[in-house]
């Protein structure tokens, strides 16, 4: 049961990374889960203030992956229009079976947005589009280092517990 529970949470912890670059999957969240099944194994302490912690982080991270692109379309001059647009685009992209319908929904949602608040200038709805972009890469970077932060945990605390299952 110990192993069992040692590699699910490690499997865990790779969708969490692989989930930051595909939002089919969670990231931060499922990489949360896998220290916690690690928590679980016999011979391990339970760190509640760690978990805590990561908990935490996990948490900002997700709410953080929605806020950062509307603020990049905010920030390259976009308005309420283009940041609605942004969260409506994303939420069609994740559900559109197209290819990175992810990239493209939020980038699409604050073009017509802004095209809708104001259908003459063109340029500032590509410029908020393309503060849309950079905020969704802006995003997907921070949840890949959250995981990456939760993978290096793991395999500090499996090494610290080695002769637990070695």
């Not at 805590?52 to 806020?67: C, H, K, M, Q």
């Amino acid at each position: 049961m110990e192993y069992f529970l040692l590699v699910l949470g490690l499997l865990c912890v790779i969708g969490g990374i692989i989930g930051s670059f595909l939002p089919v999957l969670p990231d931060a969240p499922l990489s949360w889960i896998g220290l916690l099944l690690l928590y679980f194994c016999d011979g391990i302490e339970t760190e509640y203030w760690v978990l805590g912690i990561t908990l935490f982080v996990a948490i900002v991270s997700g709410v953080l992956d929605y806020i950062i692109p509307a603020k990049g379309t905010k920030y390259f001059g976009g308005s309420s229009y283009g940041i609605w647009g942004t969260n409506i685009g994303l939420i069609i992209g994740l559900i559109a079976p197209i290819p990175f319908g992810f990239i493209i929904g939020p980038f699409l949602g604050a073009f017509i947005g802004e095209m809708l608040y104001d259908s003459k200038n063109h340029s500032r709805a590509l410029k908020a589009a393309t503060g849309s972009f950079i905020g969704f890469l802006a995003s997907t970077f921070i949840k890949f280092v959250v995981c990456m932060g939760f993978l290096g945990l793991f395999l500090y605390k499996v090494w610290e517990f080695r002769e637990v299952w070695f």
